[in-house]
């Protein structure tokens, strides 16, 4: 025979008993999520997009050693480009490093490539056109073109036309550069989406 007032007892740790278990088990699922969460992430690392024609990162070891290697080569080094057009800048400075491959585009016009003695000018995005006339807008070469900056790396001690280049009518008339800077004018020229613009840097002498 059950005494007195037992089964108000048994009712209270029955009752206790159902509370810390459903009080633990939303607690339980949370952990279950963040862990199953947590090994996605592993597995999916974020990625994280950079900005066309605004590379920031700083040289690689691998980069300052082939750089070391090559003296007056390109890699490694810190360069910026800027669009001038109509009397003024137009667009940038977009700061990149030469790691031999793309490091920006123009619109849709073109992209640029930097490679370890060269920098080219792939007209592939466009559909073809003409550059539009234009005043003077940084003297003393460029109307409607471009500037390439040296920030961080060795001075531009030669620049000239690779063979490549099949943009009718450029020729050296359109390039000027000093130790820190080199100008590009194509006003008036026309292209297509097969132009390439190809400039050597800082060849070696035979």
Known sequence: MLKKGSLTRQAFVDAMTCSIRYAVFPLVVLLSSVTALAAEQGSNPP???RPSGENSWAPTVANLKANAGDTGGLVGAQ??????????????????????????AFDSYFNILAKPRSITFDYSPSVGGTWSPSILSLAPTIYNGIAINMVSGP??????????????GFDSSR????????????????????????????????
């Open 175 to 206: 390039i000027s550069f000093t130790a820190d800077q080199i100008q590009v004018d194509w006003q008036n020229l026309a292209f297509t989406s097969s132009t390439i613009v190809r400039l050597d840097i800082n060849q070696p002498r035979p």
């Open 47 to 49: 990625r994280i997009a």
């Open 79 to 104: 360069m910026s480009w800027q669009y001038y057009a109509y009397g003024a800048s137009y667009a940038g400075p977009y700061l990149f490093i030469d790691k031999g491959v793309s490091v920006g």
């Open 155 to 168: 001075p531009f001690t030669s620049v000239t036309i690779d063979p490549a280049t099949n943009m009718v």
